[in-house]
């Protein structure tokens, strides 16, 4: 190798530093331009080819990141971040497996090396392997105890192991050691929804909290959009989950259906993983704008320049929310439909769709929002057909079959409990649990290990893994009555069961995440499927399960009831979403015409 004149060693430097300055402002296109200079004189040049390599992860080209990082350690095989770094890069490309063996052997040269074992942490938890990675946060945390991002990611992987209090205390870790991390107190707001302890009033309180950080901005802003009541309205939606989610199936509906002669539709489309559903509703909206590589700041001009009149929140506190670009008001008109439907306490979110069961009269003064009902607080859609109900399962089986196909995060140690009692008075039911962590033997070990504890044998637990929507449904043929979870109540999932003819027993609480099953059973006429208390409800679900020939007419003719509601018609309940909007729209041209008289 030859080596460059002190001038040519000098230009080298000098584009070095400018590589890494560029870099170093996110223009990694135009630091790549810099590296390939240098690495044209200096073809061996391996701190060029590292941070080259870092170049390539943070544009997505985690391949030419893979071979670069592997030139690297073909010359330092114990360069612990760069192999760290790869690691990172094939986690990203799924190829989990090569990804482990890098992080182990960094871990065998440092054991102690926080950011492998938080990384590898990150991997596991994507892998529903939660208590393996709470296990690598907590050797993380030794080494790096005041890393705030540790702490929020060992707080989510506390969260997917069923133990809400213990993730509320990471998260609020966290957030003592850097106070101005939105998204961490939004993912805390969220997991506080499962503390049994809570009340609307304290959760409200915290999301008010959240929401007085943006205090202030809107003084002295003005919107100019045209104050006229009967005119065709530009409605915008804001969603990272415009594809196959549970979440989407509760609006679906609405955007299929909307009249257009009336309204025109845009959506804000922060999806990152597109599929058909996305296509499907694309195709059915006037104006769809890809945004999850746009800044809050790009997004919030993109809205103002659409002249939008209503601006819809579809995410709420859940993961990838835009509720920071909703604080600068870009809409005159903004509301939180539909998501994780428990307000925002963001003063700019003007009003919030509910029902008189989620959010009681008497509650609504704790929120931030104005409340505005809709026949239920959800609707139900399905993007295709799906199966019929079969006959009640118990007629020929001899036993009732109960199920709860609500994500594992809700089947808290009180929930198993209370099931347990149910199967105790009826020795020959049965259980079946069915979410996507369960098809882990970590995940499926606890469960059946505190249904033992109850005097509850594993062969009377049947556990499935998620598996196709198809498959979804078809596990409703197997399920006499469907068990709601507490204190966070099931959504679309309820939705689901009562289509399928599986009524659903329930015991809403004190807060509005406990009711949402609830106000579904109301506006179905179910309301004899709701609990009292805890008591009552096992009591309840007991005496559903003694009365075979009730439950079986039920099952013949509860679809026909849910399709004849408001909610279980996608025309009628888009006609109440739009009957809201207009309403909503006059009520602030009214404000608006006085101001000017």
């Given at each position: ?25 996110a ?44 030139t690297?350690l ?12 790869r690691a ?16 182990d ?9 926080s ?29 790096n105890?005041?890393?705030p ?9 506390l ?42 009033e ?51 509906a ?16 922060d999806?990152?993983?597109e599929?058909?559903v ?18 809050n700041?790009e ?13 819809v ?28 439907p428990?307000?925002t ?11 008189p ?28 057909p ?26 808290l ?22 979410d ?39 596990a ?7 068990l ?5 109540s099931?959504g ?16 809403p ?28 409800y ?5 005496a ?8 079986a ?8 009831r ?36």
């Open positions: 190798m030859s080596f460059p004149t002190r001038k040519a060693a000098d230009h080298i430097t000098a584009l070095f530093m400018q590589a890494n300055a560029l870099a170093a402002r223009q990694y296109r135009e630091a790549l331009k810099s590296y390939d200079k240098i690495l044209a004189k200096v073809p061996g040049h391996l701190d060029v080819i590292n941070n080259r390599a870092n170049c390539f992860s943070a544009l997505g080209q985690y391949e030419h990141a893979i071979t670069s990082y592997g690297i073909a010359a330092r095989p114990n360069d612990i971040r760069a192999r760290t770094n990172s890069a094939l986690k990203q490309l799924r190829r989990f497996d090569e990804a482990l063996l890098d992080y052997r960094v871990l065998k040269i440092d054991p102690n090396y950011d492998a074992l938080y990384n590898r942490g990150n991997m596991l938890a994507d892998l529903g392997r939660p208590k393996e990675a709470v296990e690598s946060y907590r050797r993380a945390l030794v080494c105890p005041d890393d991002a540790i702490h929020a990611a060992l707080a989510s992987a969260f997917d192991l069923r133990l809400p209090r213990e993730a509320v205390e990471s998260y609020r870790r966290a957030l003592e050691i850097k106070p101005d991390e939105l998204n961490v107190h939004s993912d805390l707001i969220f997991a506080l929804n499962f503390v049994p302890e809570m009340t609307d304290s959760l409200q309180a915290e999301r008010a909290a959240w929401g007085s950080r943006f205090d202030g901005l809107l003084k002295g802003f003005k919107h100019t959009n045209e104050p006229r009541p009967d005119r065709r309205l530009r409605v915008g939606y804001v969603s990272a989950h415009l594809r196959r989610q549970a979440a989407t199936y509760s609006f679906g609405v955007l299929l259906h909307h009249d257009t002669k009336k309204f025109e539709i845009t959506c804000y489309s999806t990152a993983q599929d058909d996305t296509h499907l509703l694309r195709s059915h909206v006037g104006n769809w704008r890809r945004t999850s590589h746009l800044s700041d997004l919030l001009s993109v809205i103002r320049a659409d002249g939008i009149d209503i601006l929140d579809l995410v709420g506190h859940m993961k990838h929310h835009r509720l920071s670009v909703f604080a600068h008001k870009p809409a005159p008109v903004q509301i939180s439909a539909w998501g994780e428990t307000g306490g963001l003063k700019a979110m003007d009003y919030i769709f509910s029902d069961i989620l959010i009681p009269p008497a509650k609504r003064a704790l929120l931030t929002e104005k409340v505005a009902d809709l026949p239920n607080y959800i609707g139900f859609w399905s993007p295709e799906v199966p019929e109900a079969n006959p009640l399962p118990a007629l020929t089986r001899g036993h009732v079959t109960f199920g709860s196909f609500n994500r594992l995060s809700k089947v140690p009180t929930v198993l409990q209370c099931w347990a009692a149910i199967l105790r008075a009826l020795p020959k039911s049965r259980l079946v649990l069915k996507r962590l369960l098809d882990s033997a970590s995940q499926q070990a606890p469960i059946l290990s505190a249904l033992a504890d109850e005097r509850i044998a594993p062969n009377r637990v049947t556990i499935l893994d998620q598996g196709t929507r198809a498959g979804h449904f078809a409703y043929h197997d399920i006499d009555i469907a709601d979870p507490f204190p966070h099931g679309m999932t309820t939705l689901d069961a009562l289509w399928m003819g599986v009524p659903v027993v329930t015991c609480g004190p807060t509005i995440a406990s009711r949402p099953t609830a106000a579904c059973l109301t506006a179905a006429g179910l309301n004899d499927y709701i609990a009292s208390d805890f008591g009552n096992v009591e309840l679900s007991v559903k399960a003694h009365d075979l020939v009730a439950l007419e039920l099952r013949k003719t509860l679809r026909n849910i399709e004849n509601t408001d909610f279980g018609d996608p025309a009628r309940y888009t006609r109440a979403v739009e009957a809201q909007y207009r309403s909503i729209w006059q009520q602030w041209c009214e404000k608006q015409n006085r101001a000017v008289s």
